[in-house]
T-cell receptor, first 116, second 111 residues
Framework: NAGVMQNPRHLVRRRGQEARLRCSPM?????VYWYRQLPEEGLKFMVY????????ESGMPKERFSAEFPKEGPSILRIQQVVRGDSAAYFC??????????????FGPGTRLTVL | GENVEQHPSTLSVQEGDSAVIKCTYS??????FPWYKQELGKRPQLIID?????GEKKDQRIAVTLNKTAKHFSLHITETQPEDSAVYFC??????????FGPGTRLSVLP
């Protein structure tokens, strides 16, 4: 059972370009979470999705950022018109549907975005 | 909403000594408390977790304790080794909610 996959692992963009980050959850997992991590800092929640639904996007900036988790294919975090402040590591995590009511999250290797 | 505090922010111990990291949470509805270890440039990895119906859980050199009344939980690492050096994050969540992470503790195990 492959773990959570993210691609690309490293992404370089110039200011004003678009960045697309992909996350394939573990097999059987239907919940996906995106986090942002600046160097030497903690994990900042951005958005929580289930298949075809955004459950909680309270941590995601209203402008330039969007996320989706379609019925088929990976979850995508999209950043339009990137600025230097978007440079960070973006981690995706997935969790199963847990009959006990609380899901364990497993993290992908992250995408390191650098904006020139 | 939930708020998680974590102390200390940095911790240095001699190899073989024990290390303790403490977290407090604010939402009494939280019922799941995982701990993650993140080495430099790597992904956070789950090392141990505890649910609110249990007071303590142990896995070899790692243990976690939970005090629901006081709303705090702690990570205990015994017989520390250099490979334990990393940043450790605690988190708290309730069913259907997103995880709220603490700010992290940088543990250095000195040989």
């Amino acid at each position: 059972n492959a773990g959570v996959m993210q691609n690309p692992r490293h992404l370089v963009r110039r200011r004003g370009q678009e960045a697309r980050l992909r996350c394939s959850p573990m097999k059987g997992h239907s919940h996906v979470y995106w986090y942002r991590q600046l160097p030497e800092e903690g994990l900042k929640f951005m958005v929580y999705l289930q298949k075809e639904n955004i459950i909680d996007e309270s941590g995601m900036p209203k402008e330039r950022f969007s996320a989706e988790f379609p019925k088929e294919g990976p979850s995508i975090l999209r950043i339009q018109q990137v600025v230097r402040g978007d440079s960070a590591a973006y981690f995706c995590a997935s969790s199963p549907t847990d009959i006990t009511g609380t899901d364990t999250q497993y993290f992908g290797p992250g995408t390191r975005l650098t904006v020139l | 909403g939930e708020n998680v505090e974590q102390h200390p922010s940095t911790l240095s111990v001699q190899e073989g000594d024990s290390a303790v990291i403490k977290c407090t949470y604010s939402d009494s509805a939280s019922n799941y408390f995982p701990w993650y270890k993140q080495e430099l440039g790597k992904r956070p990895q789950l090392i141990i977790d505890i649910r609110s119906n249990v007071g303590e859980k142990k896995d070899q050199r790692i243990a976690v304790t939970l005090n629901k009344t006081a709303k705090h939980f702690s990570l205990h690492i015994t017989e520390t080794q250099p490979e334990d050096s990393a940043v450790y994050f605690c988190a708290a969540t309730a069913y259907g909610q997103n995880f709220v992470f603490g700010p992290g503790t940088r543990l250095s195990v000195l040989p």
